[in-house]
């Protein structure tokens, strides 16, 4: 039973183009992430959700868009698509926010953009 | 800010043997987590050990343990009796509120 799952895994789309990426988590957890990682393995912080409510935007972009129809999903639209959105992106998720919680990462979707 | 750093970019152990990564942060508070994940290449984020600031004892979880020191803000991973299946991109990272902040990675191979 998969605690972080984001579908698609596998996205190649051209340059231009709007899509979406889906989380959902089955923990029970307040608090869910997007984090990007690079090419170089950078991994960083894009948005933080706690109870369906943005708490954190990391200087993105606002082509990306994050939505929370509920606490237990953290959906990614990405419009407008650039070579520089090519990218892991991974949703997670923690008990809440301040307490001395685990992250739980889902498997990630590769995104390249051509 | 708060930053966490991983100096070492790339390691190698031969198999059995022991080997420390290294981690570094820098932090104002006093009440804080830190994490270490693996990152095989299938990418998925798996949490190795975890660690109390406000806990003296270094954690350890079967063949890894961590060397915490809070005064130095060091928080090293020893792996022992290193195994094939250890080879993967290792990540330090600290819990702030609402966010954790990740070391840029220390990539782990294993020679047999």
């Known amino acids: 039973d998969t605690a972080v799952s984001q579908t698609p895994k596998y996205l190649v789309t051209q340059m231009g183009n709007d899509k979406s990426i889906k989380c959902e988590q089955n923990?029970?957890?307040?608090?869910m992430y997007w984090y990007k990682q690079d090419s170089k393995k950078f991994l960083k912080i894009m948005f933080s959700?706690?109870?369906?409510?943005?708490?954190i935007n990391e200087t993105v972009p606002n082509r990306f868009s994050p939505k929370s129809p509920d606490k237990a999903h953290l959906n990614l639209h990405i419009n407008s698509l650039e070579l520089g959105d090519s990218a892991v992106y991974f949703c997670?998720?923690?008990?809440?926010?301040?307490?001395?919680?685990?992250?739980?990462f889902g498997e990630g979707s590769w995104l390249t953009v051509v | 800010a708060q930053t966490v750093t991983q100096s070492q970019p790339e390691m190698s152990v031969q198999e059995a043997e022991t080997v420390t990564l290294s981690c570094t942060y820098d932090?104002?508070?006093?009440?804080?987590?830190l994490f270490w994940y693996k990152q095989p290449p299938s990418r998925q984020m798996i949490l190795v050990i975890r660690?109390?600031?406000?806990?003296?004892q270094n954690a350890t979880e079967n063949r890894f343990s961590v060397n915490f020191q809070k005064a130095a803000k060091s928080f090293s991973l020893k792996i022992s009796d290193s195994q094939l299946g250890d080879a993967a991109m290792y990540f330090c990272?600290?819990?702030?509120?609402?966010?954790?902040?990740f070391g840029t990675g220390t990539r782990l191979k294993v020679l047999a």
């Open positions: 923990l029970g957890h307040d608090t």
């Open positions: 959700y706690n109870n369906k409510e943005l708490i």
């Open positions: 660690q109390e600031a406000y806990k003296q």
């Open positions: 990272a600290y819990k702030l509120t609402y966010k954790y902040i």
């Open positions: 997670a998720s923690s008990q809440d926010w301040a307490g001395r919680n685990t992250i739980y």
């Open positions: 932090t104002s508070e006093s009440d804080y987590y």
